[in-house]
């Protein structure tokens, strides 16, 4: 009884709160409060995927919750990234009916990494797929060291199916500790863009079963890449998908010899995309219908998000030094002069630590083509001072508001990109719409 | 003029982007023409500690500073003969906390510090994490200096004689403690990340004149164009302040 009252008071705070213009995570937040019992209460759809880890966790959740409706009828997901216990505990309460039956056959969740054990206590979740772990948010999360184990203790008893990145040491330790899982590994060939050496910030330099250092036959970015441990094996797994013959220039990459588009021309989409088919075999989800939905996959949340202010702007959210770098490569392979705007706030959910921007390689800005870099957010002047200590010689900016920082902008005439930290993301999108011409 | 700095394990306790401060003396000595050289040294590298004017060590996750010990131990000697030679020392958090008696983790294992010092770091269950922005006016050799940075550690450190200032905002080496970090007027350790050079210049300033005078005896250096550091630092103590 207590329940279906929670719910019912559930249900009608979101009407009143959506009347207001407000919603999100809220309705979960009365729901656990009122019962805290109520997810343990719920029927659920008979198959729940779980996305987490750090990096394109949004992007590869709503890649997966398209793919599942190519098999399912009714799928429900989080696709906006209210990812925390309260944001998932919305999204099943919304979908709950009366009779405390979840009206789903699927529900696809995005699950932050330190919510997966709150989850998994309570959602029968089916399958778990993750693509990465990598430096985040030191201030909330703590080292990656202690969000891996979490993650790996939540999994210990978890029967389901686990689908791991077999280039990642971080994500393939989990394959030891998951005992009762089945495992399958996807990853992805050496290529073009992949590298003998890395400088970039890398966690998981030593074998997790052994310690000794691990030895990398190629690096695609940050630590991903193929290792191994010359002492103990760790890191030989078996692929049951893997990416071949990847071409960045075309947009291409081919699986089981068949070619596939890249949702973007970046190491990191291919992986995104690697999992996603690994699902899609696991599931029986035909290769056709994953080409068809990698041929016109776009995720327009201001990730590699364009508007038009009277020239092409190109908005990017970052948030750690990996996710960072990606951005910066992508942006610095146009050959063209450009602008460039960083907006760098430190609020709770940006990470109150910007410590992490000097991890991130910022020197691959520095180059003679970018003309002007324009710095704004609440940490605009640690952004200025990290550039000028990397020698940057353009014209350096500092604007102490993200409107100012696009009339700045508009003044200029170079290619332009934003990026822009999580809590600055969706203001910078508003004042890039106004400004669209 | 030359200055040569040793960056010890700088593949391993580069946590907090602690390589910001290697990138600001250098900067900030070649400006002035001074010939700054930053070697590195990881785990079993042969270098001799004594012939470097400057020896930094950042901080580094639990798991990877339990790797590197039996090497840094192996140096002790090589570390005590330095401080002889007047090499100046920085510690940035995990490497301020080796140079003591011991740390205790999370876990209650105890590791034995290289005992240089006489203070002492356990993490505190019943206190929480010191983490935040923070506010410290340390005294440098007679110099008043404000110094602002970020502070991100649950190891508390206690029986500190000499520490590097006093907290005006945030924790320092305890728990809401009143004292941060060491000096000794040869060996300075701080929990202060952020980096702590970037938007502290002046102190930036105080550790090339200390690392210098190991060869050159009093050094003046000269004045910089500082207003974006001096505006970076004036932002986060008026934040502080809550103005």
Known sequence: MRARITLCVVKISRFLLSLLGRGGSLPGQIGLKLDGQILQKITYPKEI???????????????VYRLMQKKYKHVICNERGDNLLVGITALFLRNTKLNLHVAADCAVIEVDELNVPHVLKRVPVTKVLINNFFRDQLDRAGEMESVVSKVSQALETFQGDLILNADDPNVVRLADTSKQAHVYFFGVDKNAESKEVSNEASEGKFCFRCNHQLVYAYYQYSHIGHFACPNCGFGNNERYVQASDVNLDAQSFVVENTTFHAPQDALYAIYNATGLIALAKLTDIPFTDVQALLETFELNDGRMETFNIGRKVLLNLVKNP???????????????????????????QDGTDVSWIWDAHFDLLVDKHTKHIICAGKRAYDMALRLKYEGYEGDLIVSEGMEAAIDELKQLDDHAYVIATYTALQTMRKILRRNEK | MKLNVLWMYHDVMDLYGDRGNMQVLKKRCLDRGID?????????????????DLLFIGGGADREQGLLYDDLVSRKQDIMDAIDAKTFVLLICGGYQFFGQYYIDNNNNQMEGLGIFNYYTASDAKVGRCIGNIEIEATLDGQTINIVGFENHGGQTRGVNHPLGKVIHGHGNEYQGGYEGFYNGQVLGTYMHGPLLPKNPQVADFIITKALAKRYGEVQLAPLDDSLENRAHEVMQKRMAGG
């Open chain 1, 49 to 63: 995927i779980l996305v987490t880890g750090t990096n394109g966790k949004t992007t590869t959740t709503n890649m």
């Open chain 1, 322 to 348: 990996t996710g960072a770098n990606e951005v910066m490569k992508y942006i610095m392979r146009d050959p063209e002069d450009k602008d460039i705007v960083i907006v760098l706030n430190d609020n709770d």
């Open chain 2, 36 to 52: 700054i050289t930053i070697d590195t040294c990881g785990i079993g590298q042969e270098k001799t500690i004594k012939d470097y």
